[in-house]
């Protein structure tokens, strides 16, 4: 199983990005998958950003809400964070993950956004 993100990067404060987690071994369509982000701050915690589950019910960290949507390509086995409205305090590598029951989760190598003010 490989998830690899893409799609991340320097940009402006209000500006947009998209994030891209493209998985293989894996069927996103039949699996909760997970956008997490941990930013720069010594002792900071991965946090969990957005959700889409198997049936596409989607969920969001109240931070995110209304700026970022999480969206699924069954047909590319991908999953997108789109990023809208982005502020400095979204600075963060941004890891896709799909949660196992009995085994280790499942992460991606994280792709880093950057937004400068």
């Known amino acids: 199983v490989q998830l690899v993100e893409s799609g991340g990067g320097l940009v402006q404060a209000g500006g947009s990005l998209r994030l891209s987690c493209a998985g293989s071994?894996?069927?996103?369509?039949?699996?909760?998958i997970n956008w997490y982000r941990q930013a720069p701050a010594p002792g900071k915690q991965r946090e969990l950003v957005?959700?889409?589950?198997?049936?596409?019910?989607?969920h969001y960290q109240d931070s995110v809400k209304g700026r970022f949507t999480i969206s699924r390509d069954n047909a590319k086995n991908t999953v997108y964070l789109q990023m809208n409205s982005l502020k400095p305090e979204d600075t963060a590598v941004y890891y896709c993950?799909?949660?196992?029951?009995?085994?280790?989760?499942?992460w991606g190598q994280g792709t880093q956004v950057t937004v400068s003010s």
């Open positions: 993950q799909s949660p196992r029951r009995f085994d280790p989760d499942y």
């Open positions: 071994g894996i069927s996103f369509s039949i699996n909760t």
């Open positions: 957005a959700t889409i589950t198997s049936g596409g019910i989607k």
